[in-house]
């Protein structure tokens, strides 16, 4: 039972890079989430997706952005990353908007 | 401001020592209140969600409790793989969002 995979584990990434963060689940949730987690504060929602072919922005969308063109994946894109974006990332996913969520490992990414 | 706050920050215990950890918040219109429990290097793990004020849910030496101002989670009698961070969130108003509190690192010593 995989539910949800992210990819990669971690990454170091070079400062104006552009980087995409994989997300795929296997339970035909409808809703997924893309979450940032840093030291000291609570996890902050940077995009969402209640259905696939429609995405919503979060708390801290810019900089950020997402698709889902299908059920099963959430990518999320990085355009022109900063150090700023230096964090851990979940990705989540959920049988509906508001109900309780499933979490991915997570993607530790530095911004050097 | 929607807002959740948890405390203590950390908490250290001896096993079999209980306790409990706190969930304050100030929403507009509380719709759910969730507990998960994180791993170190792992995804939240989903613990319980409670609806209304008086609910309460268990699991193993877990109680969660909630008022119409904040939820407890009682921790009975911990043993040291109780070790965790555990985050409380909360859905309210119209917004199914969920707003996360920074979590209480729990650590249980043999």
């Known amino acids: 039972i995989a539910g949800i995979t992210q990819a990669p584990t971690s990454q170091i990434l070079a400062a104006g890079r552009r980087m995409t963060l994989r997300c795929t689940q296997d339970?035909?949730?409808?809703?997924m989430y893309w979450y940032r987690q840093d030291l000291g504060l609570g996890l902050r929602l940077i995009h969402y997706?209640?259905?696939?072919?429609?995405?919503g922005k979060g708390e801290v969308p810019d900089g950020y952005s997402v698709s889902r063109a299908n059920t099963d994946d959430f990518p999320l894109t990085l355009a022109s990353a900063v150090p700023s974006q230096t964090s851990v990332y979940f990705c989540?996913?959920?049988?509906?908007?508001?109900?309780?969520?499933?979490f991915g490992q997570g993607t530790r990414l530095t911004v050097v | 401001e929607d807002q959740v706050t948890q405390s203590p920050e950390a908490l250290r215990l001896q096993e079999g020592e209980s306790s409990s950890l706190n969930c304050s918040y100030t929403?507009?219109?509380?719709?759910?209140l969730f507990w998960y429990r994180q791993d170190p290097g792992k995804g939240p793990e989903f613990l319980f969600t409670?609806?209304?004020?008086?609910e309460e849910k268990e699991k193993e030496r877990l109680k969660a409790t909630l008022t119409k101002k904040e939820s407890f989670l009682h921790i009975t009698a911990p043993k040291p793989e109780d070790s965790a961070t555990y985050l409380c969130?909360?859905?309210?108003?119209?917004?199914?969002?969920?707003?996360w509190g920074a979590g209480t690192k729990l650590i249980i010593k043999p």
């Open positions: 997706s209640n259905t696939a072919g429609t995405t």
């Open positions: 339970m035909r949730h409808n809703a």
């Open positions: 969130a909360v859905q309210a108003g119209s917004n199914y969002q969920l707003i």
């Open positions: 409670l609806y209304s004020a008086g």
């Open positions: 989540a996913s959920s049988v509906r908007d508001g109900t309780e969520a499933f």
């Open positions: 929403v507009s219109g509380l719709r759910g």
